[in-house]
């Protein structure tokens, strides 16, 4: 069993900054590929970036490319998602996802654990 505790996420104006952290427990976590998602009102779950078991691969959504950065550190057991040059459309709840499987989906369906996830804002 894996979980998961997203935190971080909050109010902050268009063109602020926020970091979220996802820490994990229950499993070696060094060993998975970690992805964030997230969630509009009225819109399905989608991918926003994903990172290898070592951090050395990263993969972006094209719309946080270049404003979005994700990164773990191992020995904390943690991952992290920092957002710079935030826009009123990244509003959402934020979720954190271990994939046990093969790694390096972008697919929701692929991830097996979930964290209850954290709201950010983005105020015009």
């Known amino acids: 069993q894996v979980q998961l505790v997203e935190s971080g996420g909050g109010l902050v104006q268009a063109g602020g900054s926020l970091r979220l952290s996802c820490a994990a427990s229950?499993?070696?976590?060094?060993?998975?590929?970690m992805g964030w998602f997230r969630q509009a009102p009225g819109k399905e779950r989608e991918f926003v970036a994903v990172?290898?078991?070592?951090?050395?691969?990263?993969y972006y959504a094209d719309g946080v490319k270049g404003r979005f950065t994700i990164s773990r550190d191992n020995a904390k057991n943690t991952v992290y998602l920092q957002m710079n040059s935030l826009l009123p459309e990244d509003t959402a709840v934020y979720y954190c996802?271990?994939?046990?499987?093969?790694?390096?989906?972008?697919?929701?369906?692929?991830?097996?654990?979930w964290g209850q996830g954290t709201q950010v804002t983005v105020s015009s």
């Open positions: 996802a271990l994939d046990s499987g093969s790694g390096w989906s972008l697919n929701s369906a692929d991830y097996d654990y």
């Open positions: 229950g499993r070696t976590f060094s060993m998975y590929y």
């Open positions: 990172i290898s078991w070592s951090g050395g691969a990263k």
